[in-house]
């Protein structure tokens, strides 16, 4: 599996940017997708997941009602639309894969593939 993050970049407080991340090596509708992102100094941290079917989404509680997560599983692609972003958010984001889960999780070491990671910096 092979996970490919685009979308990162700079933007000022209250803007909005949407992350993008490719799929491939696999069939895309058998996993659960999760953004999760990295700070400098601090732990990698979960930001959304979405189930196969869009089913089920789940957010931390930091980003509920700004962010946005969905699927296109005709384009082997997961979304992160980021609204109102905040100079907190500034992060690495990572996408990751978790085969055949039953539920979306939060944890980082339930997810089995990563894709490297794009730079989201906000300004204030």
């Known amino acids: 599996v092979q996970l490919q993050a685009s979308g990162g970049g700079l933007v000022q407080a209250g803007g909005s940017l949407r992350l993008s991340c490719a799929f491939s090596?696999?069939?895309?509708?058998?996993?659960?997708m999760g953004w999760f992102r990295q700070a400098p100094g601090k732990e990698r941290e979960f930001v959304a997941a979405i189930s196969w079917n869009g089913g089920r989404i789940d957010f931390a509680d930091s980003v509920k009602g700004r962010f946005t997560i969905s699927r296109d599983n005709a384009k082997n692609t997961v979304y992160l639309r980021m609204n109102s972003l905040k100079p907190e958010d500034t992060a690495v984001y990572y996408c990751?894969?978790?085969?055949?889960?039953?539920?979306?999780?939060?944890?980082?070491?339930?997810?089995?593939?990563w894709g490297q990671g794009t730079l989201v910096t906000v300004s204030s």
């Open positions: 090596g696999r069939t895309f509708s058998n996993y659960v």
């Open positions: 990751a894969a978790d085969y055949r889960a039953r539920y979306v999780y939060r944890q980082v070491n339930e997810y089995d593939y």
